[in-house]
Nanobody, 114 residues
Framework: QVQLVESGGGLVQPGGSLRLSCAAS????????MGWYRQAPGKQRELVAA???????NYADSVKGRFTISRDNAKNTLYLQMNSLKPEDTAVYYC????????WGQGTLVTVSS
């Protein structure tokens, strides 16, 4: 089974930035649309950003203009650059295919607070 390992989360102040990484086994990034999902306490998991194998991107309205998704297929790595972070961005962030087909990793916690 493909393993997904998210990293890069942490505690940041509102307005700050973080860069998340997702390392995956295999070459799934060359064959699938990938995305970042997040789940806040008491809420459903939601897709916030997606990227096709060709590099086309889509974002949830809540993060558009602030987050940038990218991929390095040679390194089997997915990235999420998060700028102008808001408290409502606080969540555990996960990567997966879009639609999700793989087992979820542990995720990485992003906490935006003063």
């Amino acid at each position: 089974q493909v393993q997904l390992v998210e990293s890069g989360g942490g505690l940041v102040q509102p307005g700050g930035s973080l860069r998340l990484s997702c390392a995956a086994s295999g070459n799934i990034f060359s064959r699938n649309r990938m995305g970042w999902y997040r789940q806040a306490p008491g809420k459903q998991r939601e897709l916030v950003a997606a990227i096709t194998s060709g590099g086309s991107t889509n974002y949830a309205d809540s993060v558009k203009g602030r987050f940038t998704i990218s991929r390095d297929n040679a390194k089997n790595t997915l990235y999420l650059q998060m700028n102008s972070l808001k408290p409502e961005d606080t969540a555990v962030y996960y990567c997966n295919t879009v639609p999700h087909l793989l087992a979820w990793g542990q995720g990485t916690l992003v906490t935006v607070s003063s």
